[in-house]
């Protein structure tokens, strides 16, 4: 009973190389398809929710508008903007005839959520396969929307793709980084298990007919956030599920530059797990808890029994490793092998960071979808 420390290091550390090796792995050994060469595509819409972007409609915009693809238009809805986004869009309409713009004018007794823009958008898109975006997404390629539209064939009706976020300077930069990579390897490793969980709304992609047989976002409306996780959760089955990694699929977002503007972001996440199908929520919360006790229980047999530190630092290794072996052709895959050298601190920092951030904000109030 004296040694009880290290039989519990034990467990988390099997549950940990559980989801290394069973889990993840199921990405490591993916080979990546590309999807540009059909002779028949898909006409599609590609919806933008915008409010107050006018500086990145300027920068990122017309690289969508100006997509290598046969037939597709571009929707922004103008969320109640109080900038020049309507004038900015105005004078990108006049250069681009396949660009739509509806506006959304706020009642002052009426407040609606990013889910009621998107709703408006779908609803007034012209073709049945529908690409959703952000206006601060720069597709990687010309190729971006016939890498997403293409996976539709074998009668998918979900496509998950992946958002990066640009690189820039500094440690939160790269914890941000870390922490898109580590949600785009869960949900994509869940995904080719046949039992997708969530997507990203700034790369996915889904039929309209879908969107109305699984009545929208009606289940979770009360949520401000959720237009993407929570749906996919929702309507994903093991069947019509497909997932778009090629290099030409990633698309480019501004990631946030301050530490109170990312707390803000993860806290209005948080907020939106607590509607995930139960054995989702098991799973999430198992290989997040297990991973913070399994860092926890390491010091504390460091510090009751220093002379066996050896042990200690044998599980350590031992996990350390097997997720390098397992996590470099995925960082290879998700084009961000420069932070895997930063592994062994960002690995910890993320999650005490995530946990404990989950653990103030999972039933806080959200006001905002921005």
């Given amino acids: 009973m004296s040694y009880f420390p290290f039989g519990i290091l034990a467990i988390l550390l099997l549950f940990q190389l559980y989801f290394i090796l069973f889990v993840y792995s199921k990405l490591a050994r993916y080979t990546v398809k590309s999807y540009q060469e059909q002779e028949e595509y898909p006409a599609v819409s590609v919806i933008i929710c915008a409010h107050n972007e006018q500086e990145n409609l300027k920068e990122y915009l017309p690289s969508i508008l100006e997509q290598d693809y046969p037939d597709f238009e ?211 919360a198992t290989q997040l808890i297990t991973a913070l006790l399994f860092y926890i229980a390491l010091f504390v047999c460091l510090a009751v029994f220093p002379s066996l530190w050896y042990i200690s630092l044998s599980a350590y290794l031992l996990r350390l490793i097997c997720q390098f072996l397992v996590f470099y052709p995925i960082y290879k895959k998700l084009a961000v092998l420069d932070i895997l050298i930063w592994l062994p601190i960002l690995d910890i920092y993320y999650y005490f960071y995530i946990c404990f951030n989950g653990l103030f904000n999972r039933s806080k109030q959200q006001v905002s979808w921005k």
């Fill in 74 to 284: 571009v929707i922004v809805v103008n969320d109640c903007s109080e900038d020049d986004t309507k004038w900015v869009l105005k004078d990108l309409c006049e250069q681009y005839p396949q660009l739509q713009v509806v506006e959304i004018k706020e009642h002052v007794q009426l407040k609606h959520s990013k889910k009621f823009a998107l709703t408006i958008g779908i609803k007034g898109a012209k073709h049945e396969t529908l690409l959703m975006c952000d206006a601060d997404c720069q597709p990687n390629s010309p190729n971006w929307i016939k890498e997403m539209a293409g996976a539709f064939k074998n009668k998918k009706e979900v496509v998950l793709g992946y958002s990066p976020y640009f690189k820039h300077k500094g440690f939160l930069n790269k914890l941000i980084r870390f922490e898109t990579t580590h949600t785009a390897m869960s949900y994509l490793s869940y995904a080719l298990k046949k039992d997708a969980y969530m997507g990203v709304g700034r790369n996915l992609a889904y039929l309209k007919a879908l969107f109305f047989k699984g009545k929208g976002f009606n289940a979770h409306m009360h949520i401000k956030s959720g237009d993407d996780d929570l749906f996919v959760n929702q309507n994903a089955t093991k069947s019509n599920v497909e997932i778009a990694i090629h290099p030409d699929a990633h698309i480019y977002s501004a990631p946030k530059l301050t530490w109170k503007s990312y707390y803000k972001q993860k806290a209005r996440h948080a907020g939106a797990s607590v509607l995930y199908k139960g054995r989702h929520k098991r799973m999430l």
